[in-house]
């Protein structure tokens, strides 16, 4: 049973009280009478969560991206370049059916359990048959997750008995599912670990499955090697960068800037130097996919229309393919995700999937679907002009929108653009619109609540409104960042303004929501539990709100328009929607201004209100984020308005049942 039932009633309605009170005072609040039905609402909604939910969410999906060995770390030490003893560490079994219910709340469909496979770090697991890692070749101590040392077994650091550490993950598995939730694991088929090494040697895994163990180290290239080699020369540690030694300078018996390796392979963001630079990718290696060191293909290639065939297509031509045509590689990675799919993994996010042909994608994806059709795919992928060659050719079921919609929100809140570009690039994506994944944190990019993005949680609300609501597309929500995580803590290797995934490291506003493993903020501010209140309700409507699901209207431009002639009181700092389907009509209207209360008129256009079959007449119209009916639409001769007031940061998704 969920933590939040042993509180009594009154003591529940207290703490959402005084957590709407400090929310709504910080400006991002509607109207001061809404306040106790958005606390009535948070106290069903905390309270419906409370029982144990099996069941899985119907809508669009919502990803909450979990960097496993923080999340359950309760240790509060966050010495820099502390060991795993010091700081701390988080478990498999932190992730509790009250954890995982937790985690629901959000609205999650997917845990993405990030740095899950076996990868490279400090710390002595030899009495598990695990060879040591050389900090000369690890970033920090706790190591990179994109660094993986063995595909077919997880990470013992985050087992309570390492001996075990699969059948600990295989039970994370279970649990997630049985508490109706999708399980998410990196795969990163562009490079491996410097000394990738599968140890386990149960007969039922493949027999050729160490990378590199059949190479022939006398060429640079080999359709068949899994690496690309620098023949005669020996690989050279880096020169330290910044003066960033390994592990802080610490004495440690490998750390002597040597690491045995010859011949020297290609590092892993290609670097072709057998002494890469400190900023390469200088901890893992190149994999070959068959494509030649002049970039040319020694694979097969899709046939002329194959961007408008189903996966099932894709899969029967691999397979009418001679075996001798497909690279080493491809069959090594087509085996390690058959192996995790077996364990129940439900999908795959495939880190830089754009260093990799995308024919292999198409091998491997449509593989993918053959045994399970519903498996989840996300793809890193940051070429615009390469997008569509990923879905329709590579088969994936998601890309990140970073480069257009991610990066034109931060400049909003930036105040280096206006809103209208926001219309501009949805406009890039109409036709894959539901394949770009949206975000405002995961792993690689800064915390919200940091100076260099947005200042404060609640200067991103806005556009975290905008990013869930303004597509069919998924949702990706960072762990920490519903309680406004700032990332600030000095790790190590990592810096500040991002969570360090190279270090042992407490997450400190998450523990202090964690409480513990009650999960229930009972350590929080008030301001952090109206943020998770607040990010309850928006992503929740993912699965509540039908019309998320249908078709985008965009008004922005109507309105921008008329404003010049009419002064309506929109302006640059505004972007206004609509969201439809045959039962819902959605009108989402944010304000990103941190000082400026706006009034204003919206209009609507005849061609919305046709769509919509909306004839003339008054409709009220209920604010989603809070359920009050705080205005109306008034349609007129065919042209539809609504006369709203939006404090600063205060956004609105309007709704009428049809």
Same mark, same amino acid.
């Given at each position: 049973m969920?933590t ?13 009280l005084?957590?709407?009170l ?12 809404s ?5 009535a609402?948070?106290?069903?909604? $905390?309270?419906?969560?409370?029982q ?23 240790n ?7 060991t795993?003893?010091?700081?701390g ?5 932190d ?11 959000l ?42 040392k063995?595909?077919y077994?997880?990470n ?15 039970s ?7 508490n ?14 410097r000394r ?11 027999s ?8 022939d ?13 620098i023949?005669?020369q020996?690989?050279q540690?880096?020169?330290?960068h910044?003066?960033?030694?390994? %592990? ?7 750390s ?16 072709? $130097? ?8 200088y ?8 494509? *030649? ?8 290639t899709?046939?002329?229309?194959f961007n *408008? ?10 397979q009418s393919?001679?075996p001798?045509?497909i ?15 077996? *364990? ?5 996010r495939?880190d830089?999937?754009?260093?990799v ?7 491997l994806n ?11 795919? %996300? ?6 002009? $390469? ?8 088969k ?22 206006a ?11 109409a ?5 770009? +994944?949206?975000?405002?944190e995961?792993?690689d ?7 260099d993005?947005?200042g ?8 975290m ?24 803590? /000095?790790?190590g ?5 991002r ?15 964690m ?8 350590q ?12 309850q309700t928006?992503?929740? $409507? ?33 972007f ?10 959605i009108?989402?209207?944010? /304000? ?11 209009? +609507?256009p005849?061609?919305?209100?046709k769509?919509?079959s909306?004839t003339?007449?008054v ?27 939006l ?7 309007l709704?009428?049942?049809?």
């Amino acid at each position: 049973m969920h933590t939040l039932s042993r509180i009594n009633k009154p003591q529940l309605r207290t703490s959402v009280l005084a957590s709407a009170l400090v929310f709504f005072a910080a400006g991002c609040s509607h109207s001061s009478t809404s306040i106790d039905n958005h606390i009535a609402e948070s106290e069903d909604k $905390l309270h419906d969560t409370a029982q144990h939910n099996t069941s899985a969410l119907t809508g669009k999906p919502v990803i909450y991206q979990v960097f496993t060995r923080l999340y359950g770390n309760t240790n509060t030490t966050n010495k820099p370049w502390g060991t795993i003893d010091e700081n701390g560490v988080g478990k498999f079994s932190d992730f509790t059916d009250v954890a995982l219910q937790d985690i629901k709340s959000l609205g999650t469909t997917h845990v993405w359990y990030t740095g899950v496979p076996h990868h490279a770090l400090i710390n002595d697991y030899t009495d598990y048959g695990i060879s040591n890692d050389d900090p000369d070749v690890v970033k920090g101590r706790a190591g990179s997750p994109y660094a993986v040392k063995d595909y077919y077994n997880v990470n013992p650091d985050l087992a309570d008995d390492p001996a075990n550490r699969l059948n600990e993950f295989e039970s994370l598995i279970l649990r997630t599912h049985n508490n109706g939730m999708k399980v998410v694991i990196d795969i990163v088929p562009n490079h491996v670990a410097r000394r990738y090494e599968s140890i386990d040697q149960s007969s039922s895994l493949p027999s050729h499955r160490n990378f590199g163990q059949n190479d022939d180290t006398n060429v640079e290239y080999a359709k068949n090697n899994n690496f690309y080699y620098i023949v005669d020369q020996a690989f050279q540690v880096p020169d330290s960068h910044q003066g960033k030694q390994p %592990l802080g300078g610490e004495r440690h018996p490998l750390s002597d800037k040597l690491f045995e390796e010859s011949p020297a392979k290609w590092t892993g963001n290609g670097s072709r $130097l057998a002494k890469p630079d400190a900023n390469d990718w200088y901890e893992t290696v190149k994999v070959n996919y068959g494509v *030649k060191p002049d970039g040319s293909y020694d694979f097969p290639t899709l046939p002329e229309g194959f961007n *408008k065939k189903p996966p099932a297509e894709h899969y029967l031509f691999w397979q009418s393919q001679l075996p001798t045509a497909i690279p080493d590689s491809w069959i090594k990675f087509k085996d390690i995700t058959e192996f995790w799919l077996a *364990k129940g993994v439900d999908g795959f996010r495939y880190d830089m999937a754009e260093m990799v042909p995308v024919e292999f994608w198409s091998y491997l994806n449509s593989n993918i679907k053959h045994i399970n059709p519903d498996a989840f795919l %996300l793809a890193e992928v940051y070429n615009p002009s $390469l997008y569509r060659d990923y879905i329709h050719l590579g088969k994936m079921d998601y890309l990140y929108d970073k480069v257009d919609l991610y990066d034109t929100l931060k400049d909003i809140i930036h105040g280096k653009t206006a809103t209208s570009q926001i219309a501009v690039d949805q406009a890039k994506v109409a036709d894959i619109e539901e394949h770009m +994944l949206h975000f405002l944190e995961n792993h690689d990019e800064q915390r919200i609540n940091t100076t260099d993005f947005a200042g404060s949680p609640e200067a991103a609300l806005p556009a975290m409104v905008v990013s869930t609501t303004i597509s069919r597309s998924p949702t990706l929500l960072y762990f920490g960042q519903d309680v406004g995580e700032k990332g600030a803590e /000095n790790a190590g290797f990592g810096q500040a303004t991002r969570t360090s995934i190279f270090d042992y490291v407490g997450v400190p506003a998450h523990q202090r929501w964690m409480n513990n493993g009650k999960f229930d903020g009972g350590q929080s501010t008030e301001a952090e539990k109206s943020l998770r209140a607040y990010y309850q309700t928006l992503l929740n $409507l993912s699965h509540t709100a039908s019309a998320l699901s249908g078709e985008y209207f965009e008004l922005d431009t109507h309105n921008r328009d008329a404003s010049v002639a009419t002064k309506n009181g929109y302006s640059d700092k505004l972007f206004a929607f609509s969201r439809y389907d045959e039962n819902q009509f959605i009108v989402v209207i944010s /304000n990103f201004s941190q000082q400026e209360a706006t009034d204003l008129t919206l209009s +609507l256009p005849k061609a919305l209100l046709k769509a919509v079959s909306l004839t003339d007449g008054v409709y009220k119209m209920t604010d989603l984020l809070t359920t009050e009916e705080q205005t109306e639409m008034t349609v007129n001769q065919d042209v539809g308005t609504i006369s709203i007031t939006l404090k600063p940061l205060q956004s609105s998704v309007l709704m009428i049942e049809l």
